[in-house]
């Protein structure tokens, strides 16, 4: 868990702003889906 959090740093300081809104979106949604199920 914690390695995808340093994974998630190191994409958001590497990519723009926009990109990595983008991404925390998706593993956002990502965490709902897999609590709901």
Do not use: V
């Not at 995808?4 to 998706?26: A, C, M």
């Amino acid at each position: 868990m914690s390695s995808i959090k340093i994974n998630l740093k190191k994409r958001g300081e590497g990519t723009p702003l926009f990109n990595s809104y983008i991404f925390y979106g998706y593993y956002y949604l990502l965490l709902l889906i897999t609590y709901i199920f």
